[in-house]
């Protein structure tokens, strides 16, 4: 697809000037600016762009639309409020060829933002010494009807192109002062112009803790505890859903029991359980030889296995792609990340091995976020995702955990009044064991890939165990 312009949703506080200055700073972009408002043109206080004024804007904002485009050299975009002119807004959701760039900040950050904004007065800051600052007070409903006007927006926005079959490219506002993921961003335009360093003209505003900024601190822990954290945390998540995987179902052959992989975790240690618990496995099952199967055994359990996301990452690493079984993702996350891998076959060495897990884990950001442009791969999403893939055939009986397995397979046993077979010992280490990679920038980047499987199942880091 080639874009012929580009727009930037977002709300108030997100960040979006800093982007927009920035999109300005690349060769072959202009951000226009909030074009649409309801009470300026592009910018406060000014009233005419492209030959209209706000009457004449208010009466075709079609035609502005095509005037900005025909006007600007290079692709031209702007930014689009959820208080802005909806015909706009409607208007460019059904065109494919404008690109939609997606802006998003974690809604609590947002909201305090703007009340210390509409307290002091200053929207914008250029100079660090101009800085006005203010504690203010929060309000719970306040903050309350601020989620519901955000969910609403996003969800409108997602579902629009679901509906016509489009992609945005999502940005969150932790990652605009990444230089790599603008650029990211430019590339996704069909841009050839990339940025060299950011504009930095833009100071962060009240950077300090969010108590510091707040009367009554204590009435965010109140609020909180009245609303879905995981709700609105990522507003909206942005992870591809997945299809129920029923190939990948392994079945006990004589046996009650069904095992619901989420993919590289401990599938063949498990396996290797299950064949001894049922005499034999059935599996790579489609729809009808598992109704086949269920008919046969009647009532069964079902159960599947959690692993610490940076082991899953990095089985996920070693099995798919250092070894080869998806050449095709492999030459993609060589040739468009930078993985930084040899010809397959070639034994890598410490350093390398370790900086190309590295990449793959930024890379897993961005899959898992549906920006990367790679196919999606079951063995790349999160556990949750999968968990969630599962329920639209059943929701597994049992969730167990890898560091608590034996106990938990016998237990499951117990359910099927069957003896529980001796689990047998799990894969041997790697070249390299996990344990002898893993400091503090790779648990990083595991935890910004797989956010939601460690927020959601309450995983640690690695090494606190």
């Known amino acids: 697809m080639t874009f012929t312009s580009f727009v930037m949703f977002a709300a108030m506080r997100t960040g979006s000037n800093f982007l927009e200055a920035n999109l300005n700073a690349i ?31 208010d009466a075709d904002p079609l035609a502005v639309l095509g005037a900005m485009r025909d006007q600007t050299e290079g692709l031209a975009g702007f930014r689009q409020f959820q208080d802005h002119d909806p015909r706009i807004t409607e ?37 660090g010494g101009k800085l006005r600052s203010a504690r203010v007070h929060f309000d719970a409903k306040g903050f309350a009807r601020h989620i519901d006007a955000l969910g609403d927006f996003y969800a409108g926005l997602m579902h629009r192109l679901h509906v016509t079959g489009q992609t945005a490219f999502h940005i969150d506002y932790e990652d605009i002062q990444d230089i790599d993921v603008l650029n990211g961003l430019a590339r996704w335009l069909g ?54 995987p029923i190939p990948s179902f392994v079945a006990a052959a004589n046996a009650p029991a069904l095992y619901m992989p989420t993919r590289n975790g401990p599938d063949d240690q498990v396996s290797a359980w299950l064949s001894a618990l049922g005499g034999g ?7 009808r030889a598992l109704g086949q199967w269920r008919e046969r055994v009647g009532g069964f359990r079902s159960f599947t296995v959690l692993r610490h996301p940076l082991a899953r990452a990095y089985e996920a ?12 993702i492999r030459q993609q996350l060589v040739r468009r990340f930078a993985l930084p891998l040899p010809p397959p076959d070639t034994p890598l060495e410490f350093e390398e091995h370790r900086a190309a897990f590295l990449a793959f884990l930024r890379f897993l950001k961005l899959h898992v ?80 890939a797989y956010l939601r499987d460690y927020e959601g199942f309450g995983f640690r880091d690695w090494c606190d165990g």
């Open 27 to 57: 060769p072959g972009l202009t951000c226009h600016g909030e074009v649409f408002n309801p009470g300026f043109l592009g910018k406060l206080n000014q009233t005419e762009m492209f030959g209209f004024d706000l009457a004449t804007r």
């Open 91 to 127: 208007a460019v959701l059904n065109d494919p060829t404008c690109a939609k760039i997606i802006l998003t900040r974690n809604p609590l950050e947002s909201y305090v933002s703007l009340l210390i904004a509409r307290s002091t007065g200053q929207w914008k800051l250029s100079h």
């Open 191 to 244: 841009i050839e112009g990339r940025l060299e360093a950011l504009d930095t003209k833009l100071k962060k505003q009240n950077p300090e803790p969010l108590s510091e900024k707040l009367e009554n601190p204590e009435g965010v822990v109140e609020a909180l505890a009245a609303i879905d954290r995981f709700g609105f945390s990522r507003i909206p998540n942005f992870e591809p859903r997945r299809a129920v």
């Open 281 to 287: 496995l059935l599996d790579k099952v489609d729809q």
């Open 317 to 328: 690493f070693n099995t798919q792609i250092v070894e080869n079984r998806l050449p095709g």
């Open 369 to 448: 976020a549906g920006q990367s442009g790679v196919r999606a791969e079951a063995g790349f999403a999160t556990q949750t995702a999968m968990l969630e893939a599962f329920s639209r055939f059943r929701s597994p009986d049992m969730v167990l955990r890898e560091d608590r397995l034996a106990e938990g397979l016998a237990f499951f046993a117990s359910q099927l009044d069957l003896p529980s077979p001796t689990l047998g010992p799990a894969a041997a280490p790697d070249r390299f064991p996990l344990t002898t990679l893993v400091d503090d920038e790779i648990e990083a980047a595991a935890r910004d």
